[in-house]
């Protein structure tokens, strides 16, 4: 199938290379030149495991290629819209600016029986207000959000847990579900669970996922407040109240809490959303939800004062500038946001993280960085633990020991084991453990 890509950010060049790896025939489509000379080149612009190999193979079998040109799409017969949907400024909202404007650029190249297929996050009435656009050019429109994480990007677009189509009318959209099926087909042969919903529906899935998974997160570090003010442990409480099947274990790690791109603006889209509908005291336990997630790095700046004192002239390592590892993402990051409030009391802060010191960069220039660990725990009064990386999970106190000036660690995100820190002579601090 000859399918066209609209946006190769983050979301859209995955599913460039994840569609052209399923046998499709891909355009991927963007106005940012230096990322599609980067993408051109085989490099995906940011660090996701596993993207750069989808990416050469199918620049290698010539099945994947990339343009800044609208004309290109004219030989498609499906179009992904993949640009992003970000939270406006001053405004809980989401600017769907992006999305408008692809779709009237899409419009002149279209034939009848394209399919637009909507994969950016919205907000609801979004599809409806655009159907009639694409009708009138003979073409119809789905509105399949996408469920990737990064970091996991590639599995999650190769193997979701289920397919949404938002539809206009099931049956009217019989041809349209048809070739979106065939597009799918692997997916499909699977046995993924594909769902057909109205548009609103479907709309409503993505964010009410993400804010679900984000009250999960802030309830467990609710719990974790509590677990600290009583002398309990959230970790073990976490275990236990996640072998209740009807709980889950997943999403209930407790610690700095959640940034990114997605979780943070979607419970406020979400609450925007309900505003607009006339229904905002539905979700205003959002507004918490935001709440709490913010206090965790604060709660993280409190802890490291108390343990450390004073915090002028202190100097601290901060392990991690990614949102999440496996990521060099740093939107929202509650790792930076913490090493900054650091350096804003005084003390002398060096960020680590293999692969987003770059970014982090760009957008906390005061900080200083190092993607090294060795160098940045060189004389540390303090290790803060703040990204979970793998290298940073495993790390051993005993050889530390010997590198830093005070052996005291704060671990942010509870994957440390306190009584092997604390055997090895350190000081060991964290969110909601004794
Ligand atoms: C999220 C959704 O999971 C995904 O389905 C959607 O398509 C996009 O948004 P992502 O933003 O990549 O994905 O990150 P996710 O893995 O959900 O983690 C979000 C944040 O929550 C991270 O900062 C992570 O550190 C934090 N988190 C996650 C916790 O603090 N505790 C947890 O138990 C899980």
């Known amino acids: ?12 060049a995955v599913y460039a290379a994840g569609m052209a790896s399923l046998g499709h025939d891909v355009v ?27 990416l050469l193979e199918a620049q290698n079998r010539g099945s994947l290629r990339f343009s800044s040109d609208f004309a290109d799409t004219a030989s498609s017969t499906m179009h992904f819209l993949c640009v992003g949907t970000p939270q406006l400024d001053g405004s809980l909202a989401a600017d769907v600016s992006y999305v408008d404007a692809a779709v009237r650029s899409l419009v002149p190249y279209l034939e009848a029986s394209d399919v637009i297929v909507g994969k950016s996050t919205v907000p609801v009435g979004t599809a409806a207000r655009l159907s009639p656009l694409v009708l009138d050019a003979g073409a119809e429109l789905i509105w399949n959000p996408e469920f990737l994480r990064e970091g996991h990007a590639v599995k999650d677009t190769l193997h979701p847990d289920r397919l949404i189509y938002g539809v206009r009318d099931e049956t009217d959209a019989a041809a349209a579900i048809a070739a979106l099926d065939e597009a799918y087909a692997p997916m499909l042969d699977e046995g993924t669970v594909r769902m057909i919903m109205n548009y609103q529906t479907a709309e409503l899935v993505k964010n009410s996922a993400n804010s679900f998974l984000a009250t999960k997160i802030s309830f467990i570090n609710a719990m974790a407040e509590l677990c600290d003010a009583a002398g309990a ?27 990114g791109g997605c979780l943070p603006k979607d419970i406020r889209a979400l609450q925007a959303q309900a505003e607009e509908l006339g229904v905002d005291s539905a979700v205003n336990f959002l507004n918490d939800i935001d709440h709490i997630n913010q206090s965790q790095r604060s709660r993280l700046v409190e802890l490291t ?28 990051s509650p790792a930076l946001d913490v090493a900054q409030q650091l350096q804003d009391a005084g003390a002398d802060v060096v960020v680590c993280d293999p692969h987003a010191t770059g970014n982090a960069k760009l957008r906390f220039p005061d900080l200083a960085y190092t993607p090294e660990l060795a160098e940045a725990v060189a004389g540390a009064d303090a290790l803060l633990l703040l990204t979970e990386w793998k290298q940073f ?5 005993y050889q530390l020991s010997s590198q830093v000036a005070r052996t005291v660690m704060i671990d942010g995100r509870n994957v440390l084991d306190p009584t092997k820190w604390r055997n090895a002579g350190w000081t060991f601090g964290a969110l909601g453990r004794p």
């Open 1 to 12: 199938m000859k399918i066209s890509v609209i946006g190769c950010g983050f979301l859209g």
């Open 28 to 54: 991927g489509i963007d106005i940012d030149e230096q990322k599609l000379e980067r993408l051109k080149a085989g490099h995906s612009p940011f660090f996701e495991p596993g993207l750069d190999e989808l």
């Open 233 to 259: 442990d959230v970790t073990e409480l976490a275990e236990a109240l996640g072998l209740d099947e009807r709980i889950g274990r997943k999403f209930l790690n407790a610690g700095l809490g959640f940034g």
């Open 305 to 332: 004062r108390r343990i450390c004192g004073p915090l002028e002239g202190m100097r601290l390592v901060v392990l991690g500038a990614a949102f999440k590892p496996d990521s060099d993402d740093v939107r929202d």
């Open 393 to 397: 999970r495993q790390l051993d106190p």
